[in-house]
């Protein structure tokens, strides 16, 4: 009935569909061909190959990239700066100039393959590690000439160069004098591109390597050998009559600080590259990036106007005529189904009717076979029985085990949670003692703008008063000009003054030697110049007389060569000169014995004053080492049988060891040993300030650690300004000055940290210590 109600009102349903199908299938004819323009928006979005965000991903990618090219930068300009002889600037010498001609520092085209030989080979190469290599010596003439170069350089051109290398024979020998691994010729151990090897030669082609003093001496002097070797420390020794070496310098190696250099730079460059990629992707990215966009846009409202069109479908009453009528289909087939079923089910009781018959014909057969097959299934199950119930047991056992297991894991949860409640407690006090710090740190920052705003006030003020100071200056050198001209015309006149009185002078004294000589010219002297008188100066011409005087006087000089007419008046003053000899030596000894006298009273005090420093300088001498070095000591001692004044001895003790010498020592302690003895000198008449430049730079971080505590222990009273790049020295400071490098300019951030009290217990000073270092990570 169901099946026959459901096929007529399919009939009838499908007659009303047919009626209203014209405006149905408009709107369905919208839809497909929206559907198809969206489809070839699809098409064409897949075909510009573009994923949807990778613009906003590359630029994010392109921020980062440049935060780290600028880190790199400040790295490589912070390392170029300690070694500012590896910089090598100069101006193109012509139009359209080829780089590749410049090959640049020598120090700069070398790869060393084991730092350990970098000492070795930095000595072996010497100045010419700092020679420019370029390919012909008319580069290397127009870069003199024109390259405007900052500082002289040596030009090492390629094609000029005659480069020297040991012979195979000679190499042979020393390797089977010592070893072929204690010995290697210094061209070997660095690397260089196949166009440098005369330069290579040049430098690094007639010089041994060799890893220890006595080798590099055995290689040097064999007669096989006979070459210039140089030791992994860096002493020479030549065959031609030179050997240095000793102590040097502890600070790093240029070589190894070059290689550190190069793998900066060698990243730099990558990462440039690296943004060089990226920005060329976002200009080839630009354009498909902004049709994606509109493609995008246009998309979204294809798929918009598709949902707008299918709600309507949807909404329409063909539509739900349309699903009426699949509903009435799928009701139709499935009443088709179960008929179907119902008479394969009919089918199969009639079967099973049949066979139920035939089994009542043959009961008491049938229940005999039944019985033995139900015996036999009761047996199968209790032995299954068995099995279960002894499997039982064992889970009951592994159960009990796990409970056991499950109320230990509780307990240790519970233990967890109290741990866990501690921490948070602990991570919420740490919390807010970072707000505060925060807090503290923004004030901090407010007043740095501040004071750098007071600071740019300061500078103009500066600027003004220096340019004014510079006209000033101009003016003062107008008048000093003005001045030196003035004294030259001063000095000029007293010079004709002084003649002037040195001729009145003489003639003065002239006059008064006539008139002792002379004594009628005293008593005739008011007829000088008088007319009519002997002496009338008219008549008698004074020149012609004067040259008559001379002469007459040459006559009696001639004359007194035979007779000796003041022999007695030489006599009188010969005997009056030596009365006054033999005072003055009477009184030159008496000066004598009383400056022997002082003499040996200053060189008492000298020596009691040099007693008394020694003794000072020798106690905190031992001190002073003792704290920088601790369990060891050491002492300003006289050699044996010597006493102070002939000179002192440094002795030192490791321990309980007594050093002989100071070569026992390494370099590190035979700096401190330097320091200790500088500090106890100047100790002994402080300074009110010192300033320190790196002494710790060649020392580990416990060395710096107890020089920062010697100096808060032993100098008290005296201020420090100490220039240190290890946190070691930072812990014992009062104030931080930190220099760094923004937008081109050197700037400076002070930083006022806390005083750790030598009183104080040690765990208070490792709190003080990691809450300032917490403090300089903020700053930082």
Request: charged share 35%; proline share 2%.
């Amino acid at each position: 009935m169901t099946l026959k109600h459901a096929e007529a009102e399919l009939k009838t349903k499908q007659a009303e569909v047919k009626k209203m199908d014209g405006g149905y299938k408009k709107d369905q004819d919208s839809l497909k061909a929206v559907r198809s323009n969206r489809e070839k928006l699809e098409a064409e979005l897949s075909k510009l190959n573009y994923e949807d965000g990778k613009e906003e991903s590359l630029l994010d990618t392109r921020r980062q990239v440049y935060r780290e090219v600028s880190k790199l930068k400040e790295n490589y300009e912070r390392l170029v700066s300690r070694f500012p002889n590896l910089r090598f600037d100069y101006r193109d010498p012509e139009r359209d100039w080829d780089h590749s001609k410049v090959k640049g520092l020598l120090a700069n085209l070398i790869t060393v393959h084991d730092l350990s030989y970098a000492t070795a080979l930095e000595v072996v190469a010497g100045g010419r590690l700092y020679n420019i290599v370029v390919d012909t010596e008319v580069t290397g003439k127009k870069l003199l000439e024109k390259g405007e170069l900052q500082r002289r350089y040596t030009i090492i051109p390629l094609n000029k160069i005659s480069a020297k290398t040991l012979q195979d024979r000679v190499v042979s020998s020393a390797k089977n004098l010592v070893g072929k691994d204690n010995v290697h010729t210094a061209l070997s151990l660095v690397g260089y591109e196949s166009d440098l090897r005369k330069a290579m030669e040049y430098v690094f082609g007639s010089t041994l390597v060799c890893d220890t003093l006595d080798n590099a001496k055995r290689v040097a002097f064999d007669r096989q050998v006979m070459t210039k070797t140089v030791t992994l420390g860096g002493d020479i020794f030549d065959p031609q009559g030179t050997l240095s070496g000793g102590a040097r310098s502890q600070s790093a190696s240029v070589l190894t600080s070059l290689q550190e250099l190069k793998e900066v730079q060698d990243n730099l460059k990558e990462k440039e590259a690296q943004l060089h990629d990226i920005e060329r992707q976002l200009a080839s990215l630009k354009g498909t990036a902004e049709k994606y966009r509109q493609l995008k846009q246009q998309h979204e409202l294809k798929m918009e106007e598709e949902q707008i069109l299918q709600a309507k479908l949807q909404q329409s009453s063909f539509h739900q005529q349309q699903e009426e009528l699949e509903r009435l289909r799928k009701a139709i087939e499935e009443s088709e189904e179960t008929l179907r079923v119902t008479k394969d089910v009919q089918k199969r009781a009639e079967e099973k009717y049949k066979v139920l018959e035939n089994k009542m014909k043959n009961a008491e057969a049938e229940r005999e076979k039944e019985l033995k097959a139900a015996q036999q299934k009761l047996n199968a199950a209790k032995g299954k029985a068995d099995v279960f119930n002894k499997k039982l047991k064992e889970k009951q056992q592994e159960s009990d085990a796990v409970a056991l297991e499950l109320e230990e894991l509780r307990r240790e949860q519970a233990g967890y949670e109290q741990q866990i409640q501690a921490v948070d407690e602990a991570m919420k006090a740490i919390q807010e003692q970072i707000d505060n710090m925060a807090c503290t740190v923004s004030q901090n920052k407010e007043d740095v703008r501040k004071a750098q705003e007071d600071l740019a006030k300061q500078k103009e003020v500066i600027m003004a008063q220096d340019k004014e100071l510079r006209g000033k200056s101009t003016e003062a050198n107008k008048v000093r000009e003005q001045n030196n001209e003035f004294q030259l015309k001063i000095k000029e006149l007293e010079h004709n003054i002084n003649k002037h009185r040195k001729d009145s002078h003489d003639a003065a004294e002239k006059v008064s030697r006539m008139l002792e000589e002379h004594d009628w010219i005293q008593s005739e002297r008011h007829f000088f110049g008088q007319p009519n008188t002997s002496y009338d100066f008219k008549l008698n011409n004074p020149r012609e007389a004067g040259q008559r005087l001379k002469k007459l006087e040459e006559t009696t000089s001639k004359l007194e060569r035979n007779i000796n007419k003041r022999a007695m008046n030489m006599l009188n003053e010969a005997e009056e000169r030596y009365n006054d000899l033999m005072k003055k030596k009477r009184i030159v000894e008496n000066d004598k014995a009383k400056i022997l006298q002082t003499i040996e009273e200053l060189d008492q005090k000298k020596n009691e004053a040099l007693n008394v420093a020694w003794q000072k300088v020798n106690k905190d001498f031992g001190a002073i080492f003792s704290t920088l070095l601790p369990g060891a000591t050491a002492k300003l001692a006289a050699p044996q049988g010597c006493g102070v004044l002939e000179g002192l001895e440094f002795k030192v003790a490791l321990g309980n060891t007594w050093k002989e010498n100071l070569t026992e020592l390494s370099g590190g302690q035979r700096s401190l040993v330097a320091l200790s003895l500088i500090l106890a000198m100047l100790l002994f008449k402080p300074a009110p300030i010192y300033i320190l430049d790196e002494v710790d730079a060649a020392l580990d971080l416990s060395h710096t650690q107890n020089i920062g505590q010697m100096l808060r222990t032993h100098f008290r009273h005296s201020q420090f300004v100490v220039v240190s790049l290890k946190d070691g020295m930072f812990t014992n400071a009062n104030v931080l000055f930190k220099t760094k490098f923004v937008d081109g300019m050197s700037a400076v951030s002070r930083t006022a940290l806390s005083q750790n009290d030598p009183s104080l217990p040690q765990k208070g000073q490792d709190k003080a210590r990691q809450r300032d270092k917490r403090i300089k990570q903020l700053i930082s």
